[in-house]
């Protein structure tokens, strides 16, 4: 039988939405089953998957609270599937910020939730003034300077490297060869 993949998101201005598509293209390429849900849509049993992928972006410091609670609820669960979880972030656009071991988020919420995917990534977002509200975009302007980030910018900034994105894709199915998790 294939091996059966699910990814499931959590995006709002739709960056996180945008890597898990191209990850579920990706994926699908390689000729393997893959289906794409928002947090909000998934409804299946998780342990029908052989790996799932969590992607969560950040907003003033936190994930969704929907993917905090979907983790903390079904962790035995997700013990026994192989488990990808990233986080996007506009910290991570620094270098020294951008992997699991340096993302001050993605360490603080896997710290709070008590969970350690097979796989973590964290991955850089976009900046966008023009689609954020009044207050929102007086905050991110803030955040930015105080992180010595552009405050002023003409046009959506992606800082997502998409190399990097594949380069998770291809660890996911690398993974998923290996076979299933031995508890
Ligand atoms: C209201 C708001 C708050 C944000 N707060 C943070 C933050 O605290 N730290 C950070 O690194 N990025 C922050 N970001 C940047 C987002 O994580 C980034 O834009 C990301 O691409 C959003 O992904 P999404 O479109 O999937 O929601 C914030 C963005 C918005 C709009």
Known sequence: MGKKIGIIYSSVD????KISEALLHQIRG??????????????????DFDLLIIGASIRYGKHNIRVREFVSNN???LDKVITAFFSVNLVARKEEKNSPDTNPYLIKFLKE?????????VFAGKLDYRAYSFLDRIMIKLI???????????KAIEYTDWKRVRDFGE????????GPRQN
């Open 30 to 47: 390689q000729h393997m089953e893959a289906t794409l849900w928002s947090i909000e849509d998934f409804k299946e049993k998780v342990t």
């Open 144 to 154: 930015m300077k105080l992180t010595h980030g552009p405050t002023k910018t003409e």
């Open 75 to 77: 962790k035995e669960k």
């Open 113 to 121: 939730v008590e969970w350690e995917p097979d796989l973590p990534a």
């Open 14 to 17: 739709g960056q996180t939405k």
């Open 171 to 178: 660890l996911v199915l690398t993974r998923l060869e290996r």
